[in-house]
């Protein structure tokens, strides 16, 4: 199968996808992933700003834990008992997304990601926004671009770094030093992000100069 990613020539029509699954079990787990993004920002408020203790930073990562976990199986699942659909088509990458945005935030907030290492988060914040935009209108001209194996290793890369940090300062008192073994895994994620936001500007790059001419 010939990547758009990887091949500005190639233009693809999306990929076929149903309507009537939206309550299947892969889509209830996609909306269990965005349900865990406000959960998760709560628990790390909670801790740092209303000063609930430590605890909670665990709690934090237990549901992000079982969030990302659902970002394999509700993919999988879906394909392997062919119930792919549109909504899910959709919300799936916004899940992910939001998971990690949202976290990096809070993150910054507490303290946990900061000086040099908020270019970092920064990165992967405008990164993600550039491709959704990029994704967006491409779709008005029915080309899909679809998601790399890098861009997979990618979102990878960026769900373990914030689940590390997100333990952070509880983990270090077990195991010094975890936050910034967090913080190194973070400039790789970011890294990955820059070079595959690139490789998909440069895929889309030739709809956006035809556009104008």
């Not at 998971?99 to 270019?119: N, Q």
């Not at 988060?121 to 029915?142: D, H, K, M, N, Y």
Request: hydrophobic share 55%.
């Amino acid at each position: 199968m010939v990547d758009v990613a990887s091949n500005p020539q190639t233009v693809r029509e999306p990929a076929k996808v149903t309507r009537g699954h939206a309550y299947s079990l892969p889509n209830l787990l996609t909306y269990g992933r965005c349900v865990a993004v406000p959960l998760v920002a709560a628990c790390l408020f909670w801790s740092d700003i209303l000063e609930g203790g430590v605890w909670l930073r665990w709690v934090a990562v237990v549901i992000y834990v079982i969030a990302a976990v659902t970002d394999f199986f509700d993919g999988y699942l879906a394909r392997a008992w062919q119930q792919q659909s549109a909504i899910g088509r959709m919300l799936d990458p916004i899940a992910d997304k939001l998971l990690v945005s949202a976290s990096l935030l809070m993150l910054a907030s507490d303290g946990t990601i900061r000086g040099w290492s908020l270019w970092a988060a920064v990165v992967i914040l405008c990164r993600e926004i550039l491709v959704s935009g990029l994704r967006e209108f491409l779709a008005e001209l029915r080309v899909s671009v679809p998601v790399t194996r890098l861009a997979k290793w990618k979102t990878t890369a960026q769900l373990v770094a914030v689940g590390v940090l997100l333990a952070g300062p509880a983990a270090d008192v077990l195991v010094p030093g975890i936050t910034l073994f967090g913080i190194g895994l973070l400039w790789i994620a970011a890294i990955l992000t820059l070079y595959t936001g690139w490789d998909y500007f440069r895929a889309g790059a030739q709809h956006l100069i035809g556009d104008d001419t």
